[in-house]
């Protein structure tokens, strides 16, 4: 049975592994120019599209 996901998840999946390649690139040190307000704007962006997915 073959079952598409939802946009909603599909933008919420889209949304948490960036935030996450982001935050280990930083981690490691390849990414450092990026300031830590951009990491916290992801985490967010990843809270609220995980609320929107619950609440749909």
Do not use: E, H, N
Request: charged share 5%; proline share 4%; glycine share 8%.
């Amino acid at each position: 049975m073959g079952r598409s996901l939802k946009p909603t998840m599909v933008a919420f999946l889209a949304v948490l592994a960036m935030t996450l390649l982001v935050w280990v690139l930083r981690g490691i040190g390849l990414l450092t120019f990026i300031p830590g307000s951009v990491l916290w704007v992801l985490i967010l962006l990843s809270l609220g599209t995980a609320i929107l997915m619950v609440v749909r």
